[in-house]
């Protein structure tokens, strides 16, 4: 059981927008906590999508977009590409755990 | 060009002990809070400890409390994680990660925990 919730998968057809959801609480995203964003693809490390809440670090495309209300995040892929099927993880920091929590993980199929 | 490498990982009893490294180049290593994340193939990441900059600061998942040391050298630009009363549920890849802006993942090195 993950302390963040996301979605276990989402599917969306090549060229349409999909959304992750990640819900946390008064200890982790709804205290203010940055979001961090993960991509991974199969057999290699979690790679940094977005970070600090709304950042993306340089080469990843302007098609991944995220947002933070209350204690949810959400990121959003437009322009879906075949190459974007992977699982992606949201991340924050939780104040009683005294470290970083993760959602469980949304497997993108590109249909 | 950061780098993070992990090693050290293997295949060990239940109850035995390992002691995993992570060699660290491209940036100023001794600034930096570092993490290990264990991700079971397959399945979710859990975070697993922490430590500040100058290696005075840990932090630990209930899971590791008192089973896990996690430690630096600063002078060799390596970070440790010494574990103890090995589970099966300790299972996984035990990744390194930089905490900047930005996080940064090495490539995990594998546990096996297992008769």
């Known amino acids: 059981q993950s302390v963040l919730t996301q979605p276990p998968s989402v599917s969306g057809a090549p060229g349409q927008r999909v959304t992750i959801s990640c819900t946390g609480s008064?200890?982790?995203?709804?205290?203010?906590?940055?979001v961090d964003w993960y991509q991974q693809l199969p057999g290699t490390a979690p790679k940094v999508l977005i970070y600090g809440d709304i950042n993306r670090p340089s080469g990843v495309p302007d098609r991944f977009s995220a947002s933070k209300s209350g204690a949810s995040a959400s990121l959003a892929i437009t322009g879906l590409q075949a190459e974007d099927e992977a699982d992606y993880y949201c991340?924050?920091?939780?104040?009683?755990?005294?470290?970083?929590?993760f959602g469980g993980g949304t497997k993108l199929t590109v249909l | 060009e950061v780098q993070l490498v992990e090693s050290g990982g293997g295949l060990v009893q239940p109850g035995g002990s390992l002691r995993l490294s992570c060699a660290a180049s491209?940036?100023?290593?001794?600034?930096?809070?570092l993490h290990w994340v264990r991700q079971v193939p397959g399945k979710g990441l859990v975070w697993v400890s922490r430590i500040n900059s100058d290696g005075k600061t840990t932090f630990y998942a209930d899971s590791v409390k008192g089973r896990f040391t996690i430690s630096r050298d600063n002078a060799k630009n390596t970070l440790f994680l010494e574990m103890n009363t090995l589970r099966a549920e300790d299972t996984g890849i035990y990744y390194c990660?930089?905490?900047?802006?930005?996080?940064?993942w090495g490539q995990g090195t594998l546990v096996t925990v297992s008769s």
């Open positions: 991340q924050s920091y939780d104040n009683s755990l005294t470290g970083w929590v």
């Open positions: 491209g940036f100023t290593f001794s600034d930096y809070w």
């Open positions: 008064s200890s982790n995203i709804g205290a203010g906590y940055d």
């Open positions: 990660v930089l905490a900047r802006a930005a996080p940064f």
